[in-house]
């Protein structure tokens, strides 16, 4: 009948959609790399691949974020030069590797994306469909997001084999770690690729599977969260809660000041993932942690968080 002969086709289209090879760049052919979100985590991935030698796209859908992510990194650069970590003409060298732009058209020269927008799912469905339209049918469509699924995201598009997640550490020109992360889809092939060009960039690499808050932020969010609880029950003060954690399990900041410097709203939307991905009560978001961001207080970067900038 004419509906088993659809079937039929229909299945031989995926089968032979799931089982072809699909090309994926080689670390050491990649020559530009391009960032999508201008932002504390977009300009200082951005900054990194410049200062390994990429030419860089930093793309943002405003003029405004652009400008502000331009005069971060030149910050950042001149605070390396000022410690001598880099000289005047490096640093003048990995300025002009990068490119500012708003025109995501800019892509189909790019061998690497990585995607550093917001943490909306419904908005990086979006940026994928875009970068698989414009990009070369070999590049490298990479996410940097902290807790949304990459197999999710990767169904946005017609190439999953090579759609990864990259998730780097915040601030990226100091952390030293990047989280990889195989979405159902991805193939060894992009997975190798993908690590190679990480080292290239200076960074050790730990790989997870697809799971809510891969391994970073599958402990650290908890554990921040929890403070945000101690705060809310009158167990101690802001300052005490931080001290404790600094003074007695050798952290480098308290999670509470550590909170504010991510951004509250970035916390919330990775508890909120981990509540709903997993299902465990345990991973409730704090009220407070709630009322703070519905106040519009997201920490460093609004000035008020949990302390006042």
């Given amino acids: 009948s004419k509906a088993t002969v659809s079937v039929l086709n229909w299945s031989a289209r995926t089968y032979t959609r799931h089982t072809m090879s699909i090309p994926v760049i080689r670390a050491a052919a990649v020559k530009t790399v391009g960032v999508i979100g ?3 985590m977009g300009n200082g991935i951005a900054q990194v691949a410049a200062t390994a030698g990429y030419k860089v796209f930093l793309n943002d859908a405003f003029p405004a974020g652009l400008d502000n992510g331009k005069a971060t990194i030149e910050k ?3 605070r390396l030069v000022k410690k001598g970590k880099l000289d005047e003409a490096a640093a003048q060298k990995v300025s002009e590797s990068i ?6 058209n ?3 020269e790019v061998d690497v994306a990585i995607e550093a927008a917001p943490e909306r799912e419904e908005l990086k469905h979006q940026l994928f469909t875009k970068l698989d339209e414009v990009m070369p049918e070999n590049g490298i469509l990479a996410t940097n997001t902290s807790s949304i699924s990459i197999t999710r995201i990767a169904s946005s598009t017609k190439r999953p084999e090579n759609v990864i997640g990259m998730h780097f550490m915040n ?3 100091i952390m030293r770690l990047i989280e990889i992360i195989k979405g159902m889809a991805t193939s060894d092939e992009c997975f190798a690729s993908t690590k190679e060009l990480s080292e290239t960039m200076g960074k050790t690499v730990s790989l997870s599977e697809d799971r809510p808050g891969f391994i970073a932020n599958r402990i650290l969010m908890p554990m921040i969260n929890e403070a945000f609880y101690a705060l809310m029950e009158g167990v101690a003060k802001p300052e005490d809660i931080d001290t404790a954690m600094k003074l007695g399990t050798n952290q480098p900041m308290g999670p509470l000041t550590l909170a504010d410097f991510i951004g509250l709203d970035t916390c919330l939307a990775i508890m909120r993932v981990l509540h709903e991905g997993l299902g465990d009560s345990k991973y409730r978001p704090c009220p407070l942690l709630v009322s703070y961001v519905d106040a519009g207080w997201y920490g460093r970067k609004s000035g008020r968080g949990v302390y006042k900038y």
Avoid: K
């Fill in 38 to 40: 201008a932002g504390q």
């Fill in 76 to 78: 950042s650069l001149g």
């Fill in 99 to 104: 490119t500012y732009t708003t025109d995501l």
């Fill in 106 to 108: 800019c892509f189909s």
């Fill in 171 to 173: 601030p990226p020109p």
